[in-house]
């Protein structure tokens, strides 16, 4: 599946863009939330989230890079999040936070930086319907794929077979034509400059061929 990260579309239009995507064969789509704390840049928050949920043919895939998310989910869940993921560096409890997300109806995701081991994940598999390997620090679209991060993708796709669980596994950050091709472990793909500097159509095409 194709989740095209909306922080690189035209933020004046984004109804229009979430039409073009669902049209052009967009599967998800990608809400990047930054609270300039737990990174270094300031996105969007509740209200737009409740707005976009309004107008999207698609299931909202919202990533949150906010300190102590426990302060917002009821939030994001009531303005329509679908999947709703939290960085585990980001809350001193995870399960506790990943567990309410999921009583108060949507799917809970866990992620990580990509200087966080993946150990300090491995505890929350178990009760997550997605986890995101970030192969960009998170905080901007436009930044080089880490290929140090492919293996995460590979240990996490034999660890699911391994204990019989079905998370899906999300790739995001400098995903395209070229880095695609080391991404075979991930069920879905988040891509923001490669699908909105491109035809959307062709370059979701290509990302799914
Ligand atoms: C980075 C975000 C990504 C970003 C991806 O913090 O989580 O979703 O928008 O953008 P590209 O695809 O341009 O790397
Ligand atoms: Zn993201």
Known sequence: MIAPSILSADFANLERELKDIATAGADWVHVDVMDGHFVPNLTIGIPVVESLKKVSPLPL??????????????????????????????TDKPLEVLRKIRALGAKPGITLRPGTPLDSILPFLNEV????????????????????????MKFLKEERTRRGLKYLIEVDGGVNEKTVGFCKDADVLVAGSYVFRHDYKKAIQTLKS
Request: net charge negative; no cysteine.
């Open 61 to 90: 895939d919202v990533h949150l890079m906010i300190e102590k998310p426990e302060r917002f989910i009821e939030g994001f869940i009531k303005a329509g999040s679908d999947y709703l993921t939290i960085h585990v560096e980001s």
């Open 129 to 152: 319907d997605l986890v995101l390997v970030m192969t960009v620090e998170p905080g901007f679209g436009g930044q080089s794929f880490m290929m140090d991060q492919v293996e995460k």
